[in-house]
């Protein structure tokens, strides 16, 4: 290759080279929505901070405000900050995070795992935090555009004038799909890319010339140091220097001299650099007063983030815990991603991240072996290319192939670790935490690999056929993420950054629902594109659906009814927020209606289909149409989007309105996957509207027209729900203001330890309506004074608000009812009820019984017993009955009466009979006690009845411990005047709740007589 040639690639197509990965990137920028990169989020925070504060965080509470990434080093964070912080991100528009405020979650996000809701703000021109978050992805794809062009001179150290080799692994580098897709997010990754393509670059210096100037060993030296100043990961590069010199060192005369003065230049530099991060973080957050000096010192370095496993184990080690701790700040993937395998499924893993980037949720539109197969022969061609390489006994190319497998290995020293001590294959195959660290030697691998294994005339086609599979997989990679992520929604959080309607209004609507504007046009096809522009200046309490009817000027009656609900479901109204600016666009096929004119007329309908009053009256007419004849459908057509569905397998989601025309006159339903037929709910004679409900089935759906199937399938991907109340222990039926029914609960266990962090507990609810408010939930762990020693107030299975729930729903709720460290032992019993959020007095639901309020608003839930037992309770070799007895009660023998004292005082007109209980077996029953003084006929004279083990303290039999006895000392009142001839003492214990008696051996009625008063 000449000079000439090697300019000529290195002025003008290098360039060409870094300006369409440049230009590829920003697409990338604008496709993938923000915060759907990992960790992506909590980047962005940890810029902010440092933008707006001008330093990392210098305390716990800072640290989380500041993402769970703010105790990481902050090179990265801190150059993005400096580049993006002139931007003024105080807002409007603003962010919509998913879980703050909670009626978010009403919004179909689309996808699992969203942070962001992913609205209009999010498109160009960008405007406060939304600029800031994407110049810093612009940052991000400067500095990837950097590794790239390091790599193409790193090529040309190694292979020299070969410019076009360098040029096709610059080239192949650029356009994989990982790489494009983290050079395209805010992500460390990107510094630590530029930073190890420099180190690399240095190392092949050395390697090429032993005997390099100390300068380049100084340079190695910064560049360790700003690297472990962007990514604790990168502490692994010394090791690579080390080995290198080690290696160099055995053709010096002085050996060891030539390792240890340039180890010392570069280690000087590379300390002098991280120790003024080390430094900070240890005067900020060491914890030297409760782990003692060198735990103290090293837990604040070694736990980082807490988000891998191994971390916990570091953290649970120096703190001395051998179960997780709760410092830690641990973001784990869903369980549907965290996937437990060998080593075979580690690799395989790890490959598809190098090629291709998946979507939670959504499959990719083509089958992944069209691209995994192409590529793992590509690499077994690369290695065959290599084993050629090897076979030319060229001492130069096996040196370069071990410096390159050196530098890949050194940064797969990690995740291995990671996935030896965990067996996680999701958490630690993580393709990014290879490629970037390693990205030019794995270029060089593949590529050149590739050279070598054709003939020096294909050369050129290998290294131009691999750089084209990369772009190829990366265009395929864009199309996948342009049909996957969903769209924007249609709304804005600053009102001056909506279109202007083209037919401005005002008109309030009653709950906070105010009328901008519309727009309308009339397509080709038919279809009536009706653009409603709507301001939120209030909450609304309920989901509106809107309807919009088309009345001829000859007829009272509408000749179409549209109804359908906001962005077709995805954003209702419960969800918009003050100074929300929603353009909601509605497609209405018109055909099949006669030559005329129409009003088109507006009204907002309730759950219960009554019209929304607002200041211009329920109905609102827009404008006049003046149509001409339309055809009559021929056939079963499906609608979506305004266009009729041909090839595509359309899916429908919660909410969404479904458009069928047909042939007038004709009946048209759906059947969904369970058989169960669907009629529609509006349209015209030619126009069938169906509504997706909450509970619909996922699954395929098919038109039937006139009971026969019209071939017309489509998808329904709705959320998936309970309806059928399981199995539990125990059956309440609870009855919380006709709104939600607490049907029952399990509660595991009713012994607890003392000193437990908590009591489990799973709540079984059911709504009964629609539900206006967010109800929380409260938990008391309340003793026999009432007093509360536990519990705490939350939403129901943390994440799930009450407004969320549909009629009929079934949620299973467990947790643990946390317990304080200082309740004392005893009985205790847990209160359960709700209240709105919003009520600031926090005023419990009514409890309703036969529809009238019970004066109640809680329940009791046990009782359960923590720590030992009562002081009524003792062993049996303790007690001494003046009446010893060995009666067993129950079948089995559950509870045995082992004796029992009388005594009676006269003056107190009372009989106190003491009874001593020994429990055999465990019982789930409270029984009750009862003692009756009955006269010679049998008649009842004086009786007292109560819980058995209701002495000082109530001790319920469910709660007894085999071998232990409970004295139980009942008190009875005696007859105001007894007759002068003996009665009979009698006992039983009995169920309350259906009166039922526990057995007693030879005794029909169950019960057991104890002797006669006054004693013979």
């Not at 460390?188 to 100037?213: Q, S, T």
């Not at 789930?924 to 003692?931: K, M, N, R």
């Amino acid at each position: 290759m000449t000079t000439n040639n090697a300019k000529i690639v290195t002025t003008i197509f290098l360039p060409l080279l870094i300006f369409s990965y440049s230009f590829l990137a920003i697409i990338f920028t604008t496709v993938i929505p923000l915060s759907k990169a990992p960790d992506e989020y909590v980047h962005y925070l940890y810029i902010r901070f440092i933008a707006d504060n001008g330093r990392p965080p210098i305390n716990l509470d800072e640290q989380q405000a500041a993402g769970y990434k703010s105790d990481q080093p902050p090179l990265y964070h801190a150059l993005v900050a400096l580049l993006t912080g002139g931007i003024d991100t105080s807002g409007p528009p603003s962010f919509k995070f998913t879980w703050e405020p909670h009626s978010r979650q009403l919004i179909d996000i689309g996808l699992p795992r969203a942070i962001l809701v992913r609205t209009a703000d999010e498109t160009w021109p960008y405007q406060s935090g939304f600029l800031a978050w994407f110049a810093g992805r612009w940052v991000s794809v400067g500095l990837s555009g950097l590794v790239i062009l390091i790599t193409y001179f790193i090529v040309l150290e190694i292979f020299p004038h070969q410019p076009w080799l360098a040029l096709a692994t610059a080239g192949t580098l650029a356009f994989l799909p990982r790489f494009i897709f983290t050079g395209s997010v805010l992500s460390d990754e990107n510094l630590v890319g530029v930073g190890m393509a420099l180190f690399f670059w240095a190392i092949v210096r050395i390697v090429k010339y032993p005997n390099c100037r100390l300068r380049w060993y100084a340079l190695v030296g910064v560049l360790i140091g700003l690297l472990i100043l962007t990514k604790y990961s990168t502490i692994f590069v010394p090791f690579e220097l080390f080995i290198v010199l080690l290696w160099l060192a055995k053709k010096q005369p002085h050996p060891i001299r030539y390792v240890w003065v340039r180890l010392t230049v570069a280690g000087v530099l590379a300390v002098s650099i991280v120790s003024v991060w080390f430094g900070f973080i240890v005067w900020h957050f060491n914890r030297i007063q409760d782990m003692g000096i060198i735990r103290g010192i090293l837990y604040p370095i070694l736990v980082g983030d807490g988000s891998f496993r191994i971390q916990v184990i570091i953290s649970n080690y120096l703190s001395g815990k051998s179960g997780p701790t709760n410092e830690l700040k641990v973001i784990s993937e869903p369980s549907s991603v965290v996937t437990e395998g060998g080593w075979l499924d580690w690799f395989h893993f790890l490959f598809e991240q190098f090629w291709h980037i998946s979507i939670f949720g959504i499959e990719p539109p083509f089958p992944l072996g069209i691209i995994l197969l192409p590529a793992l022969l590509l690499c077994v061609l690369a290695t065959f290319g290599w084993w050629r390489r090897w076979q030319r006994n060229d001492g130069r190319q096996r040196m370069w192939l071990a410096v390159l497998l050196l530098h890949v290995a050194i940064f797969t020293i990690i995740p291995l670790i990671n996935f030896v001590m965990t067996q996680q294959i999701y958490d630690t195959a993580q393709a990014r935490h290879i490629l970037f660290p390693a990205g030019s030697a794995l270029g060089i691998l593949l590529v050149a690999g590739v050279a070598g294994a054709t003939s020096p005339r294909w050369q050129p086609v290998a290294m131009l056929g691999t750089m084209s599979f990369a772009l190829i997989l990366s265009l395929a990679q864009l199309y996948y993420f342009y049909i996957g992520f969903p769209a924007p929604l249609p709304v804005r959080t600053e009102p001056n950054l909506a279109a202007a309607p083209a037919l401005p209004l005002s008109i309030d609507f009653d709950d906070g629902l105010h009328l901008q504007g519309f727009d309308w046009q009339l397509s080709k096809q038919n279809v009536l594109a009706l653009n409603l522009y709507w301001l939120a200046t209030a909450l609304s309490r309920q989901d509106y659906r809107t309807e919009i009817t088309l009345q001829p000027s000859s007829s009272a009656e509408p000749a179409l009814r549209w109804i359908s609900q906001p962005a077709q479901g995805r954003f209702p109204t419960r969800a918009w927020e003050v100074g929300d600016s929603i353009q909601d666009r509605l497609d209405i096929p018109l055909t099949g209606l006669a030559a005329g004119t129409y009003t088109v007329n507006l009204r907002l309908l309730d759950w219960n289909d009554e019209p929304l009053p607002s200041a211009q009256g329920n109905k609102i007419p827009l404008t006049r149409l003046q149509l001409a004849e339309s055809s009559t459908p021929a056939a079963v057509t499906l609608w979506q989007t305004g266009e009729p569905v041909t090839n595509a397998w359309p899916t429908y989601r919660y909410r969404a309105t479904i458009p069928v025309t047909t042939p007038p006159g004709q009946t048209v339903t759906l059947v969904g996957p369970d058989g169960q037929p669907f009629s529609p709910i509006a349209g015209s004679d030619a126009l069938r509207l169906f509504m997706v409900d909450y509970d619909w089935p996922s699954g395929v759906y098919e038109l039937d027209r006139n009971g026969s199937p019209t071939g017309v399938q489509f998808e329904v991907a709705n959320f998936d729900r309970n309806f059928t109340p399981p199995e539990m222990d125990h059956v309440l039926n609870a009855n919380f203001n006709d709104e939600v029914m607490l049907l029952g609960y399990d509660l595991p266990t009713r012994r607890i330890e003392s000193g437990s962090d908590g009591i489990p507990l799973v709540l079984y609810w059911q709504s009964l309506n629609r539900i206006e408010n967010n109800y929380i939930i409260f938990d008391r762990l309340l003793d026999e004074t009432q007093q509360p020693w536990g519990g705490y107030d939350r939403l129901p299975k943390e994440t799930y608000p009450t407004y969320l729930w549909v009629p009929g729903e079934v949620i299973a709720d467990g947790f643990a009812v946390p317990v304080d460290p200082a309740a004392p032992d005893g009985i205790y019993t847990i209160d359960i009820g709700l209240y709105p959020q919003s009520d600031t007095q926090a005023v419990p639901l009514p409890l309703l019984q036969d529809g009238l309020p019970s004066g109640k608003n809680s329940v009791r839930l046990g009782p359960l017993k923590i720590g030992r037992s009562p002081a009524q309770s003792q062993a049996a070799a303790e007690i001494d009955p003046q009446t010893p007895l060995r009666l067993d009660l129950g079948d089995p023998p559950v509870i045995r009466l082992s004796g029992y004292s009388l005594t009676s005082v006269a003056d107190s007109g009372t009989m106190s009979v003491t009874l001593y209980w020994e429990s055999l077996a465990p019982t789930p029953v409270d029984w009750s006690i009862f003692v009756h003084l009955r006269d010679q006929a049998g008649n009842i004279v004086a009786q007292k009845d109560g819980p058995a083990g209701g002495g000082p303290t109530v001790y319920p039999t469910s709660l007894w411990d085999a071998g232990e006895v409970i004295i139980d000392e009942i008190v009875m009142p005696l007859p105001d005047d007894p007759a002068l001839d003996q009665y009979t003492l009698v006992v039983g214990l009995y169920n309350l709740a259906d009166f039922s008696r526990l057995t007693v051996p030879d005794s029909p009625n169950n019960e057991i007589i104890l002797t006669t008063w006054p004693p013979s």
